[in-house]
Protein backbone atom coordinates (compact mmCIF):
# COMPACT_ATOMS: atom_id res chain seq x y z
CA UNK A 1 0.00 0.00 0.00
CA UNK A 2 1.09 3.82 -0.76
CA UNK A 3 1.70 5.79 2.33
CA UNK A 4 3.53 8.51 3.98
CA UNK A 5 4.60 8.08 7.53
CA UNK A 6 5.11 11.54 9.72
CA UNK A 7 6.45 9.54 13.01
CA UNK A 8 6.46 12.32 15.09
CA UNK A 9 3.56 14.45 15.85
CA UNK A 10 5.34 17.31 17.48
CA UNK A 11 8.85 18.58 17.68
CA UNK A 12 10.73 20.79 19.91
CA UNK A 13 13.88 22.41 18.92
CA UNK A 14 15.55 25.34 20.41
CA UNK A 15 16.53 28.51 18.45
CA UNK A 16 19.84 28.41 16.88
CA UNK A 17 19.56 24.62 16.90
CA UNK A 18 19.53 22.56 13.99
CA UNK A 19 16.29 20.61 13.25
CA UNK A 20 14.83 17.81 11.45
CA UNK A 21 11.50 16.99 10.65
CA UNK A 22 11.43 13.01 9.80
CA UNK A 23 9.79 11.41 6.77
CA UNK A 24 9.36 7.81 5.18
CA UNK A 25 7.50 6.55 2.25
CA UNK A 26 6.03 3.50 0.61
CA UNK A 27 4.73 4.34 -3.07
CA UNK A 28 4.91 2.89 -6.07
CA UNK A 29 7.74 3.68 -9.36
CA UNK A 30 9.95 6.25 -8.70
CA UNK A 31 8.43 8.95 -5.87
CA UNK A 32 8.19 12.64 -6.72
CA UNK A 33 8.56 13.75 -2.56
CA UNK A 34 6.92 17.24 -0.92
CA UNK A 35 7.10 19.25 1.89
CA UNK A 36 4.88 21.90 2.51
CA UNK A 37 4.03 23.75 5.49
CA UNK A 38 1.23 25.26 7.15
CA UNK A 39 0.89 28.22 8.93
CA UNK A 40 -2.30 28.53 12.01
CA UNK A 41 -5.02 29.70 10.15
CA UNK A 42 -3.16 29.54 6.41
CA UNK A 43 -3.47 27.02 3.92
CA UNK A 44 -0.79 24.83 3.03
CA UNK A 45 2.08 26.03 1.52
CA UNK A 46 5.11 24.25 -0.98
CA UNK A 47 8.40 24.60 0.51
CA UNK A 48 10.34 22.41 -1.98
CA UNK A 49 10.03 18.65 -3.79
CA UNK A 50 12.36 15.72 -5.28
CA UNK A 51 11.56 14.77 -8.59
CA UNK A 52 15.45 13.87 -9.70
CA UNK A 53 18.61 14.66 -9.14
CA UNK A 54 21.10 15.46 -6.16
CA UNK A 55 19.72 13.68 -3.00
CA UNK A 56 20.18 17.16 -1.00
CA UNK A 57 17.43 19.57 -2.47
CA UNK A 58 16.88 23.32 -0.82
CA UNK A 59 13.87 25.43 -0.77
CA UNK A 60 11.79 28.24 0.76
CA UNK A 61 13.31 29.26 4.09
CA UNK A 62 16.43 28.17 4.21
CA UNK A 63 15.00 24.32 4.42
CA UNK A 64 16.86 21.61 2.91
CA UNK A 65 16.19 17.85 2.76
CA UNK A 66 17.60 14.61 2.20
CA UNK A 67 16.43 12.13 0.09
CA UNK A 68 17.49 8.18 0.66
CA UNK A 69 16.34 5.93 -1.69
CA UNK A 70 17.70 3.35 0.43
CA UNK A 71 15.70 3.78 3.98
CA UNK A 72 12.92 5.46 1.61
CA UNK A 73 13.36 8.84 3.70
CA UNK A 74 12.73 12.51 2.90
CA UNK A 75 14.12 13.98 5.82
CA UNK A 76 13.17 17.92 6.23
CA UNK A 77 16.19 19.99 7.86
CA UNK A 78 17.38 23.31 8.41
CA UNK A 79 20.40 23.94 10.27
CA UNK A 80 19.96 26.44 12.51
CA UNK A 81 16.15 27.23 13.63
CA UNK A 82 14.19 30.04 14.18
CA UNK A 83 11.45 30.99 16.62
CA UNK A 84 9.25 32.09 13.28
CA UNK A 85 9.25 28.42 11.77
CA UNK A 86 6.99 27.24 14.28
CA UNK A 87 4.43 25.75 12.37
CA UNK A 88 2.88 22.43 11.10
CA UNK A 89 4.89 20.49 8.39
CA UNK A 90 3.23 17.92 5.86
CA UNK A 91 5.36 15.38 3.65
CA UNK A 92 3.72 14.53 0.77
CA UNK A 93 3.94 11.73 -2.05
CA UNK A 94 2.94 11.68 -5.10
CA UNK A 95 0.30 8.73 -5.84
CA UNK A 96 2.36 6.16 -8.22
CA UNK A 97 -1.50 4.82 -9.66
CA UNK A 98 -2.01 9.04 -10.53
CA UNK A 99 -0.39 11.96 -11.90
CA UNK A 100 -3.00 13.77 -10.29
CA UNK A 101 -2.83 13.13 -6.93
CA UNK A 102 -0.82 13.28 -3.80
CA UNK A 103 -0.74 11.20 -0.72
CA UNK A 104 -0.23 13.16 2.84
CA UNK A 105 1.48 12.51 6.10
CA UNK A 106 -0.70 13.50 9.05
CA UNK A 107 1.60 16.65 9.99
CA UNK A 108 3.88 17.46 12.46
CA UNK A 109 4.20 20.41 14.97
CA UNK A 110 7.45 22.23 15.03
CA UNK A 111 7.47 23.91 17.67
CA UNK A 112 11.11 26.38 18.28
CA UNK A 113 11.56 27.93 21.76
CA UNK A 114 13.48 31.05 22.30
CA UNK B 1 -1.71 37.99 -6.93
CA UNK B 2 -4.86 36.45 -5.92
CA UNK B 3 -3.72 32.71 -6.23
CA UNK B 4 -6.57 30.37 -4.81
CA UNK B 5 -9.54 32.07 -3.26
CA UNK B 6 -11.52 30.40 -0.84
CA UNK B 7 -15.25 31.45 0.80
CA UNK B 8 -16.74 31.95 3.16
CA UNK B 9 -14.02 31.60 5.79
CA UNK B 10 -15.94 30.54 8.59
CA UNK B 11 -19.61 28.77 8.65
CA UNK B 12 -21.65 27.47 11.05
CA UNK B 13 -24.64 24.76 9.81
CA UNK B 14 -27.40 22.73 11.54
CA UNK B 15 -27.94 19.04 10.51
CA UNK B 16 -29.62 18.47 7.34
CA UNK B 17 -28.58 22.22 6.09
CA UNK B 18 -26.88 22.52 2.86
CA UNK B 19 -24.18 24.74 1.43
CA UNK B 20 -21.77 25.43 -1.50
CA UNK B 21 -18.55 26.44 -0.76
CA UNK B 22 -16.98 28.46 -3.21
CA UNK B 23 -13.21 28.08 -5.04
CA UNK B 24 -11.55 29.98 -7.73
CA UNK B 25 -8.15 30.46 -9.16
CA UNK B 26 -6.98 33.43 -11.77
CA UNK B 27 -3.58 30.95 -12.29
CA UNK B 28 -5.27 29.33 -15.45
CA UNK B 29 -4.88 26.14 -13.64
CA UNK B 30 -6.21 22.84 -15.32
CA UNK B 31 -6.27 20.80 -12.04
CA UNK B 32 -7.77 21.20 -8.74
CA UNK B 33 -8.54 19.73 -5.52
CA UNK B 34 -10.70 19.71 -2.40
CA UNK B 35 -9.46 18.58 0.62
CA UNK B 36 -10.49 17.88 4.07
CA UNK B 37 -8.36 18.24 6.96
CA UNK B 38 -9.17 16.61 10.34
CA UNK B 39 -7.35 17.20 13.96
CA UNK B 40 -4.08 15.46 13.67
CA UNK B 41 -4.99 13.77 10.11
CA UNK B 42 -3.33 14.78 6.82
CA UNK B 43 -5.48 16.27 4.06
CA UNK B 44 -7.94 13.58 2.73
CA UNK B 45 -9.11 14.20 -0.85
CA UNK B 46 -12.53 14.50 -1.89
CA UNK B 47 -12.96 14.82 -5.39
CA UNK B 48 -10.48 16.52 -7.78
CA UNK B 49 -10.77 17.74 -11.33
CA UNK B 50 -8.64 17.92 -14.65
CA UNK B 51 -10.07 20.52 -16.56
CA UNK B 52 -13.18 21.84 -17.02
CA UNK B 53 -15.92 19.83 -17.23
CA UNK B 54 -14.06 16.61 -15.94
CA UNK B 55 -14.65 15.59 -12.34
CA UNK B 56 -13.32 12.47 -10.05
CA UNK B 57 -13.81 11.16 -6.76
CA UNK B 58 -11.17 11.33 -4.36
CA UNK B 59 -10.36 9.49 -1.25
CA UNK B 60 -13.86 10.40 0.81
CA UNK B 61 -16.41 11.18 -2.15
CA UNK B 62 -19.33 10.48 -0.07
CA UNK B 63 -21.69 13.31 1.06
CA UNK B 64 -20.33 15.53 -1.50
CA UNK B 65 -20.88 17.09 -4.69
CA UNK B 66 -18.31 19.10 -7.45
CA UNK B 67 -19.18 21.15 -10.16
CA UNK B 68 -16.27 22.36 -12.89
CA UNK B 69 -17.95 24.60 -15.67
CA UNK B 70 -15.17 26.74 -16.12
CA UNK B 71 -11.69 26.25 -15.57
CA UNK B 72 -11.69 28.67 -12.50
CA UNK B 73 -14.44 27.90 -10.69
CA UNK B 74 -14.57 24.55 -8.62
CA UNK B 75 -17.24 24.59 -6.34
CA UNK B 76 -17.92 21.91 -3.09
CA UNK B 77 -21.45 21.37 -2.58
CA UNK B 78 -22.30 19.48 1.12
CA UNK B 79 -25.92 18.41 0.82
CA UNK B 80 -27.72 17.17 4.04
CA UNK B 81 -24.78 18.30 6.49
CA UNK B 82 -23.89 16.32 9.48
CA UNK B 83 -21.64 16.17 12.12
CA UNK B 84 -18.67 14.07 10.80
CA UNK B 85 -18.14 16.99 8.29
CA UNK B 86 -16.97 19.09 10.73
CA UNK B 87 -13.65 19.92 9.18
CA UNK B 88 -11.25 22.52 7.64
CA UNK B 89 -11.69 22.36 4.03
CA UNK B 90 -8.79 23.50 1.45
CA UNK B 91 -9.18 24.12 -2.28
CA UNK B 92 -6.32 23.55 -3.92
CA UNK B 93 -4.79 23.90 -8.08
CA UNK B 94 -1.62 22.63 -9.81
CA UNK B 95 0.00 24.03 -12.79
CA UNK B 96 1.66 23.02 -15.69
CA UNK B 97 4.84 22.25 -17.14
CA UNK B 98 8.18 20.50 -15.53
CA UNK B 99 9.01 23.27 -13.29
CA UNK B 100 5.64 23.95 -11.90
CA UNK B 101 4.72 20.07 -12.27
CA UNK B 102 2.79 18.24 -9.09
CA UNK B 103 3.44 21.88 -6.74
CA UNK B 104 -0.22 22.00 -5.42
CA UNK B 105 -1.38 25.99 -4.43
CA UNK B 106 -3.74 25.95 -1.56
CA UNK B 107 -6.24 28.75 -0.33
CA UNK B 108 -6.69 30.00 3.15
CA UNK B 109 -9.43 27.27 3.86
CA UNK B 110 -12.90 27.40 4.93
CA UNK B 111 -13.66 26.12 8.53
CA UNK B 112 -17.34 24.42 8.90
CA UNK B 113 -19.31 23.35 11.67
CA UNK B 114 -21.90 21.28 11.87
CA UNK B 115 -24.16 21.20 14.99
Known amino acids: AQSVAQPEDQVNVAEGNPLTVKCTYS??????LFWYVQYPNRGLQFLLKYITGDNLVKGSYGFEAEFNKSQTSFHLKKPSALVSDSALYFCAVRDGRSNYQLIWGAGTKLIIKP | NAGVTQTPKFRILKIGQSMTLQCTQDMNHNYMYWYRQDPGMGLKLIYYSVGAGITDKGEVPNGYNVSRSTTEDFPLRLELAAPSQTSVYFC??????????????FGAGTRLSVL
Open chain 1, 27 to 32: VSGNPY
Open chain 2, 92 to 105: ASRGQGDLAKNIQY
